[in-house]
C-alpha cells in the first residue's frame, strides 16, 4: 500500500487530518483511507475492529503496530501502521513529522500486532 503522500506531514498532538497527525490520528486515518475502517478516536476502541495477534505475529500491511517506546513497564505507548510486511508509517512525535520506517528497527519494542477487520 502506498501512503507516502503522508510521509513529511507535521506531527500535531491530537491530530487527526493532513495539516498534522499524532500517532493515533495516523492509524486512524490510514485504517480509513486503506480499509474503510472507521476507528474510535483510541486505541481502547480499537478491539472491536480486529483481533490482535501477538508481538511475534507475521504482520501484514494494515496491522497496527503496538509500540513500548518511551517507558520501562512494557506497556504500549505509541502505534503505527503497517504499508507492507516490512514497513510501517508512524508519527513518531513532536520533533518529527510522519515517516515510514523498517518495521525491524523497532521489532525490540512491539508489544502486540492487531489486524483490522471491516465489520
Not at 17 to 45: Q, T
Not at 61 to 80: E, I, S
Request: charged letters at 25%; a positive charge; one cysteine or more.
Amino acid at each position: 500500500m502506498d501512503f507516502s503522500h503522508l510521509v513529511g506531514v507535521p506531527y500535531k498532538k491530537g491530530g487527526i487530518d493532513k495539516s498534522g497527525f499524532d500517532c493515533y490520528g495516523l492509524v486512524r486515518h490510514v485504517a480509513r483511507e486503506g480499509a474503510g475502517i472507521d476507528l474510535p478516536e483510541r486505541p481502547i476502541g480499537w478491539r472491536r475492529h480486529g483481533k490482535l495477534l501477538g508481538r511475534d505475529a507475521e504482520i501484514a500491511a494494515l496491522d497496527v503496530v503496538f509500540f513500548c517506546m518511551a517507558n520501562d513497564y512494557g506497556l504500549t505507548d505509541h502505534v503505527g501502521i503497517a504499508v507492507s510486511p516490512i514497513e510501517f508509517i508512524h508519527a513518531s512525535g513532536p520533533a518529527q513529522s510522519v515517516v515510514q520506517e523498517p518495521i525491524r528497527r523497532y521489532a525490540h519494542r512491539i508489544v502486540n500486532v492487531g489486524r483490522l477487520e471491516k465489520r
